[in-house]
């Protein structure tokens, strides 16, 4: 790692108490340890929480690289439970892709390991956490930031992370023990009762008037959707799911499962001033996720320049006109039609009619795809619920969501579907091998809203 580049992460830390930051230089295999630990979540007044988490910490540590960089990490399962992990949004082989029984053997518990080696062609937002057992693993803690810099970033001040996740925890802080519910995997999911940023419960994020900050959200809760307000800001979003957006100023930013979004958030407040940021995304649930505090310093500079655009990552545009069609059909759910023999072995949702089990052994494509070919699938939401779908492998645009176009086509790789609603997504399926398509709230997707694409 250059100079430049440590000074960068340095300060990254130091100013906003961030999830640490592991280098990696290009060539020297780190360890991400998946283990038990400690971890003050709610406040030094309240007991620590037993978490699991990668490297002792939740989030796990920031893997910061450089887009065209190689990534290679070996993962040490040091729990009591199998796992895997999944570098989400990024275009990887698919023996990396960490989808136990389909592209790797799980990694075992007590010791086993696994070593991950791949490129990063996009710059961008992404993350990694287990694919097995998701909805207890992910809701014990196990997730970390993968940032992918442009080979030319944007200035700003600083460039963080907030790592968003949600917990149901007890009065003693404890996580509860009721995962795969009835209830959590036939509604909404398991939606918690603490949110944290970069593993606290916080009441305050320092800025410094005049500075800007690139802020990147990821959404790393098993169920819980966002809807972030910036109180007295404007913030613009730059990228969406690890994808440049052409830059636009947003009032609330809507976050499903595993989205992330790109802000510039240009600190316009006076000296001294408190802002508060409001997650509304439940309206009856509001509530205050923390205060963006100024420093009474003054302010670092009058004007804000223009908002950057990022350049567009190397992902190749569907044929539009010549795409084969294809309609994959979501359903089931409490409000839904769901023959009973399914609820009973804790089924209870459906891809174009089936149920895909978690860790099953060589499932059956839905789909298999011409390697090379353009695709448009009409997602069709068939449930009263909402549904983060998500493709691994590929980038996808989005044509169309929730009954409107989308200008510009956004790219990305995980799509928030609303309750009885529709999307229309378009790829290049170019990326060989079989690959998950599911949706991100875990309790839907272990209780069977999952398949495979397959391209060949
Ligand atoms: Cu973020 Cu199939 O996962
Ligand atoms: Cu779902």
């Known amino acids: 790692m250059n100079r430049r580049r440590f000074l960068k992460l340095a300060t990254a830390g130091a100013a906003a108490s961030v999830a640490p930051s592991l280098a990696l230089p290009a060539d020297a295999p780190r360890i991400l340890r998946a283990e038990h630990a400690e971890q003050h979540l709610v406040g030094a007044t309240n007991p620590e929480t037993a978490v699991w988490a990668y490297g002792g910490t939740v989030p796990g540590p920031e893997l910061r690289l450089r887009q065209g960089e190689r990534l290679r990490i070996e993962v040490e399962n040091a729990l009591p439970v199998d796992t895997t992990v999944h570098f989400h949004g990024i275009r990887l082989p698919n023996a990396m892709d960490g989808v136990p029984n389909l592209t790797q053997a799980p990694i075992a518990k007590n010791g086993g390991r696994f070593m991950y080696e791949f490129d990063l062609p996009d710059a ?47 009065r003693n802080a404890r996580i509860t023990g009721d995962f795969m519910s009835f209830m959590d995997a036939s509604h909404a999911g398991r939606i918690g009762n603490t949110v944290t940023v970069n593993g606290a419960v916080r009441d305050v994020f320092a800025v410094r008037a005049g500075e800007r900050v690139r802020l990147r959200l990821i959404n790393a809760s098993n169920a819980r959707i966002y809807g972030l307000r910036f109180e007295g800001h404007e913030p613009w979003v730059i990228a969406l799911e690890g994808h440049p957006v052409a830059p636009r100023a947003a009032e609330r930013i809507v976050l499903g499962p595993a989205m992330r979004a790109d802000l510039v958030l240009d600190c316009k407040g006076d000296p001294g001033t408190r802002h508060r940021v409001i997650d509304d995304f439940y309206q009856r649930r509001a509530y205050r996720l923390l205060d963006l505090e100024y420093a009474s310093d003054p302010a670092l500079r009058k004007t804000s320049g223009p908002v950057p655009s990022l350049p567009a990552n190397p992902v190749t545009q569907p044929d539009l006109a010549r795409a084969e069609r294809h309609r994959v059909v979501f359903g089931g759910g409490m409000m839904g039609a769901m023959p009973s023999q399914r609820t009973q072995r804790g089924m209870f949702w459906t891809v174009n009619g089936k149920v895909l089990p978690e860790g099953h052994h060589h499932p059956d494509p839905m789909l298999t795809l011409v390697r090379g070919k353009s695709y448009t699938l009409e997602l069709i939401n068939d449930t009263s619920w909402h549904h983060p779908i998500h493709l691994h492998g590929h980038v996808f645009r989005v044509l169309e969501r929730n009954g409107r176009k989308v200008e510009g086509g956004e790219w990305g790789d995980t799509v928030l579907i609303d309750p009885d609603s529709r999307a229309e997504i378009a790829f290049v399926a170019d990326n060989p091998g079989d690959w998950m398509f599911h949706c991100h709230v875990l309790e839907h997707q272990a209780s069977g809203m999952m398949a495979v694409i397959r391209v060949a």
């Open 124 to 170: 961008g937002t992404f993350w990694y956490h287990p694919h097995l057992g998701s909805p207890e693993q992910v809701g014990r803690g196990l997730y970390g930031a993968l940032v992918v810099e442009e080979r030319e970033p944007p200035a700003v001040d600083r460039d963080l992370v907030w790592v968003l996740s949600d917990w149901r925890l007890d």
